[in-house]
């Protein structure tokens, strides 16, 4: 199964967030940290907020926030959330579908795969990596900690290999 690139950039901003409890963070930092497109992801981000994962605070200073602790985030329930269908393979127009017997292996592996995503929380997913990805940051941050923006000095963004 791929998930899609919602799904993807969702998993991404929470992940992001999750790793910096301390502070607010924009969509361009996020953006430019991941290499998304900052119109994509506002579109994620506005997404996220209705359904109650993020919280915005809005002003010169202000950004997005995990609107819950990340340990009460279930990954699986975000993918159900983000992902657009869940079909492996289209049944619906094939001659043999009721007599097949992949649709329920598939079925049976789906069931499987959300199993293991309902496994984990949020917290889950940064606790190893959360010292990496708050490091990523700070190649993002201006000299007075604010994130660098079009007055701000040019600065390096992160690893992609952060980012998996």
Sequence with gaps: MKLTRYTDYALRVLMH?????????????????????????????HDLGKTGYV????????GIRLARPPEEINVGAVVRHTQEGFDLVDCGSCGIAPACGLTGVLGKALAAFMAT??????????????????????????????????????LPLASPELCG
């Design 117 to 154: 995503l309902d496994a984990f929380t949020l917290a889950d997913l940064v606790a190893e990596r959360s010292e990496a990805l708050r490091s990523s940051s700070l190649a993002l941050l201006s000299e007075d900690g604010r994130p660098a923006g079009a007055g701000g000095p040019r």
């Design 17 to 45: 967030l999750a790793a910096r409890p301390e502070r607010l963070c924009s969509i361009g930092e996020i953006a430019r940290t991941y290499a998304i497109s900052h119109n994509h992801l506002m579109k994620v981000v």
């Design 55 to 62: 919280s915005a605070v809005r002003g010169r200073n202000g």
